[in-house]
């Protein structure tokens, strides 16, 4: 579904085929809530779910997987956070001094900005170049950045891949949802709810409320 469809039958419900109150403006905005609540929603799925399958990834998410290849230029330590990141899945860096496993190391552990701070791949006091430390910091060159230590090689060169969920692009005309297409109707869903919310209409608003919880699993 385009999101032009998708604010057609937005205005359908709403029963408003021009935009005499609720302008596109607005309803797009209502239905950038409604993509953005179905990830949130869908990410706490998959939190609660991996504390007993450490594995799982809900299959709503795998359209959101984005894979790019970490860049360290110059003289800066650490890898600038893509646009649209939003959740950190693996990180793989190579090192100068190559250790035993060949020399380059793959973490899975998750990095959000919720959790700032040292993340680390050991439980060692020192860190090696098997066993390194990794985390989110801001540097003054590049903003937010995952930064290593020991440094991994940094130049104008690949060094390694980063793979992460990424934030879709905000709803507009003409766009195709990322999101699969079953979840495009609970898009639609919770811009009616926010609609009707603001028009007063409480019975309305939760009735499409509910209607979104429901399709979303």
Known sequence: MTQTVALAKLRGVLDEVSALFWT??????????????????????????????????????????????????????????????????????????????????VWATEITLEELGHRRANTYSIPTTSDPVYWIATIPTTGKAISFFPTPNYSATVTGGHKYYKIPTAVGSGQV??????????CVEYALF????????????????????????
């Open 194 to 217: 926010m609609a009707f919310e603001q028009d007063g209409e409480t019975q309305q608003a939760q009735l499409h409320l509910q209607n979104f919880l429901g399709m979303i699993k």
């Open 24 to 105: 596109d403006a607005i309803l797009y905005y209502y239905l950038d809530a409604g993509q953005t609540q179905v990830i949130q929603t869908l990410l706490r799925i998959e939190e609660i779910t991996r504390k007993t399958d450490k594995k799982f990834r809900h299959p709503d998410l795998v359209p959101l997987i984005t894979a790019a290849d970490i860049v360290f230029v110059s003289t800066t330590v650490g890898y600038a956070l893509p646009t649209y990141w939003l959740r950190t899945l693996s990180v793989e860096a190579t090192y100068a001094s190559v250790p035993a496993n060949g020399g380059t190391q």
């Open 177 to 186: 949802f990322t999101l699969k297409e079953h979840l495009h109707e609970a």
